[in-house]
């Protein structure tokens, strides 16, 4: 039977997700309260889907997404959220494989998504791996400060810096600013890694997330 990882700071909540979901006997549900017990698991399960808190005890789900893109690459995921502006919603909810579900819902919704999950895994769609677009309105909604490196297995690595969720500058082979901006975005297959900074010394910025790759806040 497949396996589900539900991750919720909510020990009372996550344990009702996951009393309404085994009713329905079609996957095997799981649940931890932190980000480094999801990490611990991870390392020795295998998992169809993961259901993420957009903020953990421990750490945020671009924290863990960043591991799991390293580890588990093929695994979609859905990030729950009380904390979604209306362009996020939008954005987040054209993506399959990293599905965006805000709070609160009925349970028949994140069952949908489960399933939309596990589709993609039967049909091979997850092969595609985590997406740029899909991964930026989360790094805005978080207003995370930092520079994201991305490696993808076609193109090569490019690096983007954020200042508070908004990209500030970006580079890629000999490509800068905008362009290599421009270019990242469109890449699957994904494998990320971020490191926080303190102190941005960028000051220029982007266009808006509209335009698919990060700029002004909406909303």
């Keep these: 039977m497949d396996k589900v990882l539900i991750i919720d700071g909510d020990a009372e909540y996550v344990q009702s997700l996951k009393l309404s979901l085994d009713k329905l006997h079609q996957f095997e549900v799981q649940t931890v309260t932190s980000g480094k017990k999801a990490i611990d698991l991870i390392k020795n399960n295998n998992f169809s889907v993961f259901v993420i808190e957009v903020i953990l005890p421990d750490m945020d789900a671009l924290d863990l997404l960043v591991y799991m893109t390293q580890k588990?690459?093929?695994?979609?995921?859905?990030?729950?959220?009380?904390?979604?502006?209306?362009?996020?919603?939008?954005?987040?909810?054209?993506?399959?494989?990293?599905?965006?579900?805000?709070?609160?819902?009925?349970?028949?919704?994140?069952?949908?998504?489960?399933?939309?999950?596990?589709?993609?895994?039967?049909?091979?769609?997850?092969?595609?791996?985590m997406t740029m677009s899909s991964i930026l309105p989360l790094v805005e909604a978080l207003q995370k400060t930092?520079?994201?490196?991305?490696?993808?297995?076609?193109?090569?690595?490019?690096?983007?810096?954020?200042?508070?969720?908004?990209?500030?500058?970006?580079?890629?082979?000999?490509?800068s600013s905008e362009t290599a901006a421009q270019e990242m975005?469109?890449?699957?297959?994904?494998?990320?890694?971020?490191?926080?900074?303190?102190?941005?010394s960028h000051t220029k910025t982007h266009q808006d997330p509209s335009h698919g790759y990060g700029g002004r806040k909406l909303g």
Aim: net charge positive; hydrophobic share 40%; proline share 4%.
């Design 72 to 129: 588990r690459p093929n695994t979609p995921c859905i990030v729950m959220t009380d904390q979604g502006k209306p362009w996020f919603k939008e954005k987040m909810t054209q993506q399959s494989f990293l599905y965006h579900l805000e709070k609160p819902f009925k349970i028949n919704v994140l069952a949908s998504a489960i399933f939309v999950g596990l589709n993609l895994r039967d049909e091979g769609k997850n092969l595609k791996g």
């Design 146 to 175: 930092g520079r994201m490196e991305i490696a993808s297995k076609d193109k090569g690595k490019g690096f983007l810096y954020f200042k508070d969720g908004i990209i500030i500058d970006a580079h890629y082979k000999n490509l």
């Design 185 to 200: 975005v469109l890449w699957d297959r994904i494998f990320i890694k971020f490191v926080r900074i303190t102190a941005m």
